[in-house]
């Protein structure tokens, strides 16, 4: 890369939940542009510009048109770099996976869903699962969350430009919830997918905020399975409840992820 790398952001199928976190860096977005030339930014600024070393990738891919998209901007950049849940795993919008996809367009659409079946309205043409960047292409990190948290992206950039290893943690985020002393989410009488969910990042903030961890940092690569199982039959959680739970961010990585692999129900 050159001296001072050339960057870029891109949206895909998505909120754009995680390029705000970025816009609202504020006073620490102006340090990050004095390392980093930032050529094309919609949520930010009109330039726009085909030449750049690191590309951010932002949403889940759900059409033919995102992967042309998708394959152009990994063939013009060095690293990309998956931002949020949808483009790292599939994220929420995979929650659409396990669902009949006549009714997803359906309930999204409407009467207009009948437009999917029209050959001249390409624009609406569509996968039946939401697949995250790297389904398609090498991605070289992964920053997920919902949304990202801002000093973890501070700290990957940095890391990638000062030549240093910005990979993920690989602890979950029980870790996190017993460093900040929050009280368990299981004792409050939820479900919590803490103990088998990335941690490092988030600091345990939805736990801390009172709420649950409902795994919007991908799973870790080598959950305690027999530990979360003791728990979750202390608790009396059904098989029922838990896949539910699954659904929700989950969807394309309990099918492609690193544990589907080593359970052999890769599809």
């Given at each position: 890369?050159?001296?001072?790398?050339?960057?870029?952001?891109?949206?895909?199928?998505?909120?754009?939940?995680?390029?705000?976190?970025?816009?609202?860096?504020?006073?620490?977005?102006?340090?990050?542009?004095?390392?980093?030339?930032?050529?094309?930014?919609?949520?930010?600024?009109?330039?726009?510009?085909?030449?750049?070393?690191?590309?951010?990738?932002?949403?889940?891919?759900?059409?033919?048109?995102?992967?042309?998209?998708?394959?152009?901007?990994?063939?013009?950049?060095?690293?990309?770099?998956?931002?949020?849940?949808?483009?790292?795993?599939?994220?929420?919008?995979?929650?659409?996976?396990?669902?009949?996809?006549?009714?997803?367009?359906?309930?999204?659409?409407?009467?207009?869903?009948?437009?999917?079946?029209?050959?001249?309205?390409?624009?609406?043409?569509?996968?039946?699962?939401?697949?995250?960047?790297?389904?398609?292409?090498?991605?070289?990190?992964?920053?997920?969350?919902?949304?990202?948290?801002?000093?973890?992206?501070?700290?990957?950039?940095?890391?990638?430009?000062?030549?240093?290893?910005?990979?993920?943690?690989?602890?979950?985020?029980?870790v996190d919830c017993k460093l900040a002393e929050?009280?368990?989410?299981?004792?409050?009488?939820?479900?919590?997918?803490?103990?088998?969910?990335?941690?490092?990042?988030?600091?345990?903030?939805?736990?801390?905020?009172?709420?649950?961890?409902?795994?919007?940092?991908?799973?870790?690569?080598?959950?305690?399975?027999?530990?979360?199982?003791?728990?979750?039959?202390?608790?009396?959680?059904?098989?029922?409840?838990?896949?539910?739970?699954?659904?929700?961010?989950?969807?394309?990585?309990?099918?492609?992820?690193?544990?589907?692999?080593?359970?052999?129900?890769?599809?």
């Amino acid at each position: 890369m050159s001296e001072k790398p050339t960057a870029a952001f891109f949206d895909f199928a998505g909120c754009e939940g995680d390029q705000l976190e970025i816009v609202n860096l504020e006073e620490r977005l102006l340090d990050l542009v004095e390392v980093v030339e930032v050529v094309s930014f919609r949520e930010a600024m009109s330039e726009h510009s085909e030449d750049y070393d690191i590309a951010f990738v932002e949403g889940s891919i759900t059409t033919p048109h995102d992967v042309e998209r998708l394959e152009a901007v990994r063939s013009n950049a060095n690293i990309v770099i998956s931002i949020g849940s949808c483009s790292a795993f599939g994220g929420i919008n995979s929650i659409r996976n396990e669902q009949d996809f006549q009714t997803v367009k359906e309930r999204a659409y409407g009467a207009d869903a009948a437009m999917f079946d029209d050959p001249d309205a390409e624009l609406f043409d569509s996968f039946e699962q939401a697949q995250p960047a790297k389904a398609f292409v090498d991605v070289e990190y992964e920053i997920p969350g919902c949304p990202i948290d801002s000093e973890e992206f501070i700290q990957t950039l940095t890391a990638i430009l000062q030549g240093g290893d910005p990979s993920l943690a690989n602890h979950p985020v029980c870790v996190d919830c017993k460093l900040a002393e929050n009280t368990c989410a299981f004792d409050r009488g939820e479900i919590c997918l803490g103990p088998i969910t990335r941690g490092g990042g988030c600091d345990a903030t939805c736990v801390s905020q009172g709420t649950r961890c409902w795994g919007c940092r991908g799973m870790v690569d080598n959950p305690a399975e027999n530990a979360y199982s003791e728990v979750l039959q202390e608790y009396g959680v059904t098989t029922d409840e838990l896949v539910n739970e699954f659904t929700l961010y989950w969807s394309w990585q309990r099918e492609h992820g690193p544990q589907a692999k080593a359970q052999g129900i890769e599809q």
